[in-house]
Protein backbone atom coordinates (compact mmCIF):
# COMPACT_ATOMS: atom_id res chain seq x y z
CA UNK A 1 0.00 0.00 0.00
CA UNK A 2 1.78 3.46 -0.62
CA UNK A 3 1.05 6.13 1.88
CA UNK A 4 1.04 9.78 1.07
CA UNK A 5 0.79 11.96 4.19
CA UNK A 6 0.40 15.50 4.87
CA UNK A 7 0.52 17.34 8.07
CA UNK A 8 -0.43 19.86 9.48
CA UNK A 9 -4.42 18.10 8.95
CA UNK A 10 -5.54 22.05 9.41
CA UNK A 11 -3.86 25.38 9.95
CA UNK A 12 -5.01 28.62 11.29
CA UNK A 13 -2.91 31.44 10.67
CA UNK A 14 -2.72 35.03 10.11
CA UNK A 15 -3.06 37.70 7.20
CA UNK A 16 0.78 37.99 6.57
CA UNK A 17 2.32 34.91 7.77
CA UNK A 18 4.58 33.01 6.52
CA UNK A 19 3.65 29.28 6.71
CA UNK A 20 4.39 25.53 5.06
CA UNK A 21 2.99 21.91 5.32
CA UNK A 22 4.92 18.67 4.55
CA UNK A 23 3.89 15.68 2.09
CA UNK A 24 5.60 12.53 2.98
CA UNK A 25 6.01 9.82 0.52
CA UNK A 26 7.42 6.79 -0.19
CA UNK A 27 10.89 7.44 -1.19
CA UNK A 28 11.61 4.18 -3.79
CA UNK A 29 10.13 4.36 -7.12
CA UNK A 30 10.08 7.90 -7.26
CA UNK A 31 8.42 9.12 -10.75
CA UNK A 32 6.51 12.38 -9.87
CA UNK A 33 5.44 14.69 -7.08
CA UNK A 34 2.09 17.03 -7.79
CA UNK A 35 1.09 19.74 -5.52
CA UNK A 36 -2.81 21.04 -6.47
CA UNK A 37 -4.67 23.77 -4.65
CA UNK A 38 -8.72 22.88 -3.85
CA UNK A 39 -10.52 25.52 -2.97
CA UNK A 40 -14.29 24.75 -1.63
CA UNK A 41 -17.15 24.25 -4.30
CA UNK A 42 -14.30 24.34 -6.95
CA UNK A 43 -12.44 21.50 -8.15
CA UNK A 44 -8.44 20.88 -7.74
CA UNK A 45 -6.41 22.93 -9.10
CA UNK A 46 -2.38 22.42 -10.01
CA UNK A 47 0.34 24.08 -8.67
CA UNK A 48 3.49 22.00 -9.14
CA UNK A 49 4.55 18.95 -10.86
CA UNK A 50 7.98 17.93 -9.43
CA UNK A 51 9.90 15.10 -10.59
CA UNK A 52 14.00 15.86 -9.63
CA UNK A 53 15.60 15.04 -6.56
CA UNK A 54 16.66 19.02 -4.83
CA UNK A 55 14.25 20.45 -7.11
CA UNK A 56 12.40 23.84 -6.06
CA UNK A 57 9.77 25.49 -8.22
CA UNK A 58 7.51 28.97 -7.59
CA UNK A 59 4.37 30.48 -8.44
CA UNK A 60 4.00 33.70 -7.25
CA UNK A 61 4.41 33.74 -3.26
CA UNK A 62 3.72 29.88 -3.39
CA UNK A 63 6.90 27.60 -3.42
CA UNK A 64 7.62 24.36 -3.44
CA UNK A 65 10.64 22.29 -2.16
CA UNK A 66 11.55 18.17 -3.48
CA UNK A 67 13.53 15.59 -1.02
CA UNK A 68 13.07 12.49 -3.27
CA UNK A 69 15.91 10.49 -1.20
CA UNK A 70 13.99 10.93 1.90
CA UNK A 71 10.27 10.97 0.39
CA UNK A 72 9.36 14.76 1.53
CA UNK A 73 8.52 17.80 0.17
CA UNK A 74 7.47 21.16 1.02
CA UNK A 75 4.97 23.89 0.18
CA UNK A 76 5.56 27.10 1.57
CA UNK A 77 3.32 30.58 1.30
CA UNK A 78 4.65 33.90 1.90
CA UNK A 79 2.68 36.48 3.25
CA UNK A 80 -0.57 34.05 3.43
CA UNK A 81 -3.90 36.12 2.08
CA UNK A 82 -7.36 35.38 2.98
CA UNK A 83 -7.40 34.19 -0.67
CA UNK A 84 -4.94 31.45 0.08
CA UNK A 85 -7.46 30.19 2.27
CA UNK A 86 -7.68 26.02 0.51
CA UNK A 87 -6.93 22.42 0.82
CA UNK A 88 -3.60 21.89 -0.37
CA UNK A 89 -3.20 18.33 -1.86
CA UNK A 90 -0.37 16.49 -2.74
CA UNK A 91 -0.07 13.57 -4.87
CA UNK A 92 2.79 10.86 -5.20
CA UNK A 93 3.27 8.96 -8.77
CA UNK A 94 4.79 6.22 -8.56
CA UNK A 95 7.51 4.73 -10.99
CA UNK A 96 6.04 1.95 -13.44
CA UNK A 97 9.19 1.18 -15.09
CA UNK A 98 8.27 1.74 -19.11
CA UNK A 99 5.05 1.82 -19.37
CA UNK A 100 3.82 5.06 -17.16
CA UNK A 101 0.19 6.36 -16.08
CA UNK A 102 -0.93 9.03 -14.08
CA UNK A 103 -2.29 7.01 -11.38
CA UNK A 104 -1.68 9.90 -8.73
CA UNK A 105 -1.86 8.62 -4.92
CA UNK A 106 -3.12 11.58 -2.95
CA UNK A 107 -3.08 13.04 0.69
CA UNK A 108 -5.44 13.81 2.51
CA UNK A 109 -4.52 17.68 2.07
CA UNK A 110 -3.59 20.42 4.36
CA UNK A 111 -6.42 22.66 5.02
CA UNK A 112 -5.35 26.05 5.00
CA UNK A 113 -7.40 29.42 6.64
CA UNK A 114 -6.02 32.18 6.32
CA UNK A 115 -7.96 35.31 8.79
CA UNK A 116 -8.25 39.03 8.03
CA UNK B 1 -12.41 27.17 -16.29
CA UNK B 2 -9.62 24.16 -16.82
CA UNK B 3 -11.80 23.46 -20.20
CA UNK B 4 -12.93 19.90 -19.01
CA UNK B 5 -16.89 19.49 -18.45
CA UNK B 6 -18.84 16.96 -16.73
CA UNK B 7 -22.33 16.48 -16.64
CA UNK B 8 -24.61 16.23 -14.91
CA UNK B 9 -23.66 18.73 -12.28
CA UNK B 10 -25.69 16.95 -9.46
CA UNK B 11 -27.49 13.74 -9.57
CA UNK B 12 -29.81 12.15 -6.61
CA UNK B 13 -30.66 8.39 -7.61
CA UNK B 14 -31.85 5.87 -5.44
CA UNK B 15 -30.21 2.32 -4.17
CA UNK B 16 -30.03 0.27 -6.63
CA UNK B 17 -30.43 2.38 -9.76
CA UNK B 18 -27.40 2.87 -12.65
CA UNK B 19 -26.47 6.18 -13.23
CA UNK B 20 -24.27 7.76 -16.04
CA UNK B 21 -21.50 10.25 -15.82
CA UNK B 22 -20.18 11.91 -18.33
CA UNK B 23 -16.63 13.75 -18.90
CA UNK B 24 -15.39 15.70 -22.24
CA UNK B 25 -11.64 16.42 -21.85
CA UNK B 26 -9.92 19.75 -22.84
CA UNK B 27 -9.49 20.05 -26.49
CA UNK B 28 -6.44 18.01 -27.59
CA UNK B 29 -6.02 16.08 -24.70
CA UNK B 30 -6.18 12.13 -25.15
CA UNK B 31 -6.03 11.24 -20.83
CA UNK B 32 -9.15 10.94 -19.09
CA UNK B 33 -8.89 10.10 -15.52
CA UNK B 34 -11.67 9.46 -13.21
CA UNK B 35 -11.66 10.26 -9.25
CA UNK B 36 -13.85 10.03 -6.45
CA UNK B 37 -14.47 12.26 -2.99
CA UNK B 38 -15.91 10.41 -0.30
CA UNK B 39 -16.67 12.46 2.68
CA UNK B 40 -14.50 10.54 4.71
CA UNK B 41 -11.55 9.57 2.27
CA UNK B 42 -9.51 11.59 0.16
CA UNK B 43 -9.35 11.90 -3.83
CA UNK B 44 -9.21 8.08 -5.09
CA UNK B 45 -8.06 7.46 -8.29
CA UNK B 46 -10.91 5.23 -10.27
CA UNK B 47 -9.16 4.86 -13.65
CA UNK B 48 -7.40 6.48 -16.65
CA UNK B 49 -8.23 5.58 -20.45
CA UNK B 50 -5.81 6.40 -22.63
CA UNK B 51 -6.98 7.72 -26.44
CA UNK B 52 -9.40 5.09 -26.10
CA UNK B 53 -7.96 2.22 -24.28
CA UNK B 54 -7.86 1.70 -20.28
CA UNK B 55 -4.41 2.76 -19.22
CA UNK B 56 -4.39 2.22 -15.69
CA UNK B 57 -6.71 1.09 -12.99
CA UNK B 58 -7.52 2.10 -8.76
CA UNK B 59 -9.98 0.55 -6.59
CA UNK B 60 -11.98 1.03 -8.88
CA UNK B 61 -15.60 -1.52 -7.55
CA UNK B 62 -16.65 -4.35 -9.96
CA UNK B 63 -19.94 -2.44 -10.12
CA UNK B 64 -18.40 0.59 -11.90
CA UNK B 65 -17.15 0.32 -15.61
CA UNK B 66 -15.49 2.83 -17.74
CA UNK B 67 -14.94 3.57 -21.57
CA UNK B 68 -13.65 6.33 -23.45
CA UNK B 69 -15.27 6.97 -26.96
CA UNK B 70 -13.33 7.80 -30.25
CA UNK B 71 -13.93 11.22 -29.83
CA UNK B 72 -12.39 11.11 -27.10
CA UNK B 73 -15.10 11.72 -23.74
CA UNK B 74 -15.63 9.21 -21.36
CA UNK B 75 -17.91 7.73 -19.67
CA UNK B 76 -18.35 6.34 -15.94
CA UNK B 77 -21.32 3.64 -15.43
CA UNK B 78 -22.14 3.09 -11.65
CA UNK B 79 -24.78 0.41 -11.25
CA UNK B 80 -26.31 -1.49 -8.23
CA UNK B 81 -25.83 1.76 -6.61
CA UNK B 82 -25.47 2.13 -2.83
CA UNK B 83 -25.46 4.47 0.10
CA UNK B 84 -21.66 4.47 0.37
CA UNK B 85 -21.47 5.35 -3.20
CA UNK B 86 -23.21 9.07 -2.56
CA UNK B 87 -19.64 11.06 -3.37
CA UNK B 88 -18.23 13.55 -5.62
CA UNK B 89 -17.04 12.30 -8.98
CA UNK B 90 -14.21 14.43 -10.70
CA UNK B 91 -12.79 14.01 -14.27
CA UNK B 92 -9.23 15.09 -15.07
CA UNK B 93 -7.44 15.11 -18.23
CA UNK B 94 -4.05 15.67 -20.02
CA UNK B 95 -2.26 15.90 -23.44
CA UNK B 96 0.07 12.24 -23.01
CA UNK B 97 -0.30 9.27 -20.68
CA UNK B 98 2.53 9.59 -18.35
CA UNK B 99 2.03 11.00 -15.00
CA UNK B 100 4.42 13.80 -15.44
CA UNK B 101 1.58 16.33 -16.39
CA UNK B 102 -0.88 18.34 -15.05
CA UNK B 103 -4.15 16.93 -14.65
CA UNK B 104 -7.04 19.62 -15.65
CA UNK B 105 -9.85 18.93 -13.34
CA UNK B 106 -13.77 19.15 -14.05
CA UNK B 107 -16.03 20.90 -12.21
CA UNK B 108 -17.47 17.09 -10.73
CA UNK B 109 -20.60 15.38 -10.57
CA UNK B 110 -22.02 15.25 -7.12
CA UNK B 111 -24.18 11.81 -6.35
CA UNK B 112 -26.12 11.51 -3.76
CA UNK B 113 -27.51 7.83 -3.28
CA UNK B 114 -30.80 7.68 -1.06
Given at each position: ???V??????????????????????S???????W?????A????????????????????????????????Y???????????A??????????????T??L???????????? | ?????????????????????????R????????????????????????????????N?????S????????????????????S??Y?C????????R??Q???????????
Amino acid sequence: ILNVEQSPQSLHVQEGDSTNFTCSFPSSNFYALHWYRWETAKSPEALFVMTLNGDEKKKGRISATLNTKEGYSYLYIKGSQPEDSATYLCAFLKSWGSSNTGKLIFGQGTTLQVKP
Amino acid sequence: DSGVTQTPKHLITATGQRVTLRCSPRSGDLSVYWYQQSLDQGLQFLIQYYNGEERAKGNILERFSAQQFPDLHSELNLSSLELGDSALYFCASTIGAGGRETQYFGPGTRLLVL
